[in-house]
């Protein structure tokens, strides 16, 4: 049964950093595309940033994340991770991070044409 699992999430300053991860199981974590998005109150969920399998480990970022945000993987512990800095009010979302089941690609995947996701972790930043 393919799993997601989020953590790291929690309240922070604008200007502050967090890094969430996201432990999976289920299925061959190396073989697929991965990636986090978010959803703020009111909004439509939106790519954050995804990451190819592992053989080829392109990335693709929406504009709001290039230069603050960075996606990584670790195959050897199937998790992924986003690692966030310079954390605006804006940002403030549940982040879930999602797996690419029906192999759509990178982009199409980013750009939310489908996937799996896990539950998500609240990402709140205020002073």
């Known amino acids: 049964q393919l799993k997601l699992v989020e953590s790291g999430g929690g309240l922070v300053q604008p200007g502050g950093s967090l890094r969430l991860s996201c432990v999976t199981s289920?299925?061959?974590?190396?073989?697929?595309?991965l990636g986090w998005f978010r959803q703020a109150p009111g909004k439509e969920r939106e790519g954050v940033a995804c990451i190819t399998s592992s053989d080829e480990d392109w990335t693709y970022y929406a504009d709001f994340a290039k230069g603050r945000f960075t996606i990584s993987r670790d195959n050897a512990k199937n998790t992924v991770y986003l690692q966030m800095n310079s954390l605006k009010p804006e940002d403030t979302a549940v982040y879930y991070c999602?797996?690419?089941?029906?192999?759509?690609?990178?982009?199409?995947?980013?750009?939310?044409?489908?996937?799996?996701w896990g539950q998500g972790t609240q990402v709140t930043v205020s002073s």
């Open positions: 999602a797996v690419d089941e029906w192999s759509y690609g990178l982009g199409a995947f980013c750009r939310g044409a489908g996937g799996t």
């Open positions: 289920g299925f061959v974590f190396e073989y697929y595309n």
